[in-house]
């Protein structure tokens, strides 16, 4: 009894230095732990790994801000590394709004990097941000060169090898929104419902269950849901002999199981440390009372 009592005393301080050490170590140390990928995973990865380069451009929209990069920037990462290593054209628009123009920014960053034989403008193109919200997604499905007029860097439209006869949703296979806001909803209200285009959606873990009711109607042809999402597809590329980079999610996903293990582990000995305390105190009582 006196092992749960000292145990049911313990400074927090060591609680938070345990967390702290098991979601360290695997960051610094990997263990890759198994990830078996869910379908709507599966269905949006199968969607863009069909694409080709003469079939289409794959749209993505970074829709979020510092405070949700863990769980979607390595989402976004994988999509862009998947059609830029397939030879698909893909386009990055920085989102809706103008606070997550700096995650489109550094992905295409990154892209620059790990793939320097592939060309702005000819492989992949940034169209950087517009102001509208509900409007640009409408102005898309019309003209994309009214829209937008210059990319990110300021060229013309017109001087984007890549984007030559794609003029609107007509000429875009799939819209990827990457969002940490309401922002699918928009894509799929004045996008795939007034336009019909595929969307495919990545989104915060809090998020997910909102859109599965999308996703079995079709509207969505497929979400990557959290952190775990994000991991599956990671999953998947290295699976299907695509680069992954570091898989940051799946690295993530190693830290957050430990780290959540670590928690259950101390709750369960925390009720079970009190009920024997209380049964212990209870049996001293008792025996006070018949002195």
Known sequence: MKFWQRFLNLDRKWIFLGIG????????????????????????????????????????????????MPELMPMTMSVLRHCLTKGTPVVLHGGLWPAYIGMAKMAMDNIAVEFPDKKIGEDYVFLGYIPGVTAVILA??????????T?????????????????????????????????????????????????GIGCTAVSAPSYYTF???????????????????????ER?????????????????SFGHLLIVVLVILGNIGYFIVRRGERKVGIERRKE
């Open 240 to 256: 299907y002999g695509y680069p992954t980079g570091r898989r940051p999610a799946t690295v993530g996903m190693d830290a957050q």
């Open 140 to 149: 898309i499905g019309i003209d994309i060169e009214t829209t937008f007029g």
């Open 21 to 68: 050490l098991v979601v360290i170590i695997p960051l610094l140390f990997p263990l890759r732990l198994p990830v078996k990928p869910s379908k709507p995973v599966i269905d949006l990865f199968n969607r863009i790994d069909t694409l080709g380069v003469d079939n289409g451009v794959v749209w993505v929209v970074t829709d979020f801000d510092p405070g949700t």
């Open 151 to 199: 990319d990110y860097y300021g060229v013309p439209y017109d001087s984007l090898p890549m984007m030559e006869g794609v003029k609107n949703y007509e000429d875009i296979s799939i819209i990827v929104d990457i969002s940490g806001t309401r922002s699918p909803e928009y894509w799929l209200m004045y996008g795939q419902q007034r336009y019909g285009v595929d969307v």
């Open 215 to 237: 996703l079995q109607s079709g509207q969505f042809v497929g979400m990557m849901g959290g952190l775990k999402g994000a991991a599956e597809y990671e999953e998947l590329m």
